[in-house]
């Protein structure tokens, strides 16, 4: 249908005074279905009225002026004729419109077309229930090009960890986003869709996720009233971000559940649309512009590695596009070994929704419920291979991007990293390898948590204690040794009056740092040859 309307609009243009064009030209988007279907009315009854000017949804307000379906102060980029090779044909033949379809369908398209039988959709997620159906690459295509001017096209850059791990590994840096996630290509695909009368009535959204932040920013962006529930437990740091990009944030109630019950109540109440995450063709097919720009960006591709767990839309939506553009690039999903949410339902066979997941924040969306049946039968049909990693080494991927990449990102961001940094993907050795970073909205506290906690982990921060005597310049001695074996003191500290051993001795507990797990052996060596009743402290 989009090469459809382009090619009218083009007939159209002939048959119209300049005024007409100089007026409509830049208002009008001919690869929207809106503009389209005002095509087909014009051509099949001369006497109807003249159109109305466009609808709100069809210009993106931004701040520096109204943003069209393009660039601005530019003319519209044509679409990538490869792109149009599964579209149908349609001809315009004396007014009337004839359309036919000719199908070219190979292993990539039943990919996608030829699922699963349908899984019932949970009644509880029912914001976008019409707009349920699996994807298509058209579909993606489309979204790409509509939200091309609204969001960031990232980075997918070579590792300086590829020679650590060999392998040519290559970063999808998705949580340099506005937001800092990658959830603002399904949200800003997903709004302006929406229809004009539900755009000036506005939406509502509960819980503090990234899912919630994007809606919040492009929903002003876009200038649509827009609602924030959170609970009262909420990080104030995170409650005044949402404000600042422009939305009406409520703090009400103490659990999420509070929250998400206020807000369905508002909605019914006012006529906001409730939004909350979950798998319509929309959201889906707004992710999936991962896919098709990791695919841009990596010649000769072999493998893509995406987070995973309840909610997998990122990984399903890019799945169809690689699929599509390249049966053989291995699509890879990462989830935690704690809530192998995915895996648990793909071996179901539909959405579970009894999974111990966890409240605290460092987690995310890695521990949520699975959220729909569209999404899972995309994994299902189209992912190559799920793993699961612990949270060590989610810790010390998150280290290793702090240290190399200079990037700071939260667990969801991280996890993709985590099973090259376990060893989990052994046969991608020597490969070219894209790794997608999809978020980076990691808190301050947690940060200094995850930094000092991952140090540890990695064998390069230990603590051992040791009983000297308490007598002038011994623990001088202990530095001296410390210094010999080029160890940093972080910290030590001295016991007298609790020590259970002989009387005016000290206990002194150190904590250093070192290189790595090697040079941590040897400085244990050569502090249990001075000082055999060291004793270190397990991680």
């Known amino acids: 249908m989009n090469f459809a309307a382009q090619f009218l609009y083009s007939r159209v243009l002939k048959n119209r005074s300049p005024r007409d064009i100089s007026r409509e030209e830049d208002d009008y988007d001919p690869f929207w279905q809106s503009y389209a279907e005002q095509l087909f009315l014009k051509k ?3 006497k109807v009225k003249k159109q109305d000017a466009p609808a709100p949804c069809d210009l993106r307000c931004y701040k520096d002026g109204p943003i069209r379906n393009g660039l601005i102060g530019q003319k519209q980029p044509s679409i990538n004729p490869e ?5 149908g044909e349609e001809d315009y033949l004396n007014g009337d419109v004839k359309t036919w379809e000719m199908k070219i369908v190979s292993r990539n398209e039943e990919l996608l077309r030829d699922a699963l039988p349908r899984i019932p959709q949970s009644s509880s997620r029912s914001s976008l229930s019409s707009h349920n159906k699996l994807i298509r690459f058209e579909d993606i295509s489309a979204a790409a090009f509509k939200i091309q001017c609204g969001v960031q096209k990232t980075p997918c850059m070579y590792s300086r960890l590829s020679k650590q791990y ?9 949580f340099l986003q506005y937001t800092g996630s990658v959830k603002e290509r399904g949200v800003l695909y997903l709004l302006t869709s929406l229809p004009q009368d539900q755009q000036r009535k506005g939406v509502i959204v509960a819980l503090d996720s990234n899912f919630s932040m994007a809606v919040a920013y492009h929903a002003s962006e876009l200038r649509i009233p827009v609602f924030v529930i959170m609970s009262t437990s909420t990080s104030p740091a995170r409650v005044k971000m949402c404000r600042e990009y422009g939305a009406m944030v409520i703090s009400y109630g103490t659990t999420a559940k509070d929250s998400q019950t206020h807000a369905r109540r508002l909605a019914q109440e006012n006529g906001y649309l ?9 959201y889906l097919s707004g992710l999936g512009t991962v896919g098709l720009e990791v695919y841009e960006q990596v010649p000769k591709l072999d493998a893509v590695i995406f987070p995973a767990g309840g909610h997998c839309g990122l990984l399903a939506g890019s799945a169809a596009a690689l699929k599509h553009l390249n049966p053989h690039i291995s699509v890879i999903g990462v989830e935690s070994e704690s809530f ?9 066979g539909h959405p579970t929704e009894d999974q111990a997941c966890s409240n605290h924040h460092f987690y995310g969306d890695v521990s949520g419920l699975c959220f729909g049946s569209n999404s899972l039968q995309l994994t299902g049909k189209l992912v190559d291979k799920v793993v699961a990693v612990r949270e060590e080494d989610i810790l010390i991927s998150i280290l290793r991007l702090l240290e190399y990449e200079r990037a700071t990102v939260d667990a969801e961001g991280a996890i993709g990293l985590a099973a090259l940094v376990a060893g ?5 050795k020597g490969k070219r390898v894209a790794v997608v970073i999809c978020s980076g909205n990691l808190e301050l506290h947690l940060l200094q948590q995850c930094v000092a906690r991952g140090l540890t982990l990695d064998n390069r921060v230990c603590r051992f204690s040791l009983v000297l005597s308490d007598c002038p310049g011994d623990i001088s001695k202990l530095l001296e040794s ?6 940093r003191v972080l910290d030590i ?6 020590v259970t051993s002989e009387l005016f001795t000290v206990e002194v507990t150190c904590t250093v740092e070192t290189r790595d797990k090697i040079h941590t052996a040897q400085l244990r060596n050569a502090l249990l040859e001075r000082y055999p009743t060291a004793a270190w402290t397990e991680r």
């Open 493 to 498: 500290k001295q016991e007298r009056a609790f």
């Open 83 to 87: 792109r149009l090779k599964d579209f």
């Open 340 to 348: 192998p949410v995915l895996q648990q339902s793909l071996k179901a």
């Open 44 to 46: 099949d009854d001369n």
């Open 482 to 487: 410390l210094a010999r074996e080029e160890a």
């Open 424 to 428: 989990k993907l052994p046969e991608l």
């Open 274 to 282: 409730y939004l909350e995450e979950e798998d319509s063709a929309l």
């Open 166 to 174: 060999g392998m040519d590994i290559y970063l999808k840096k998705e």
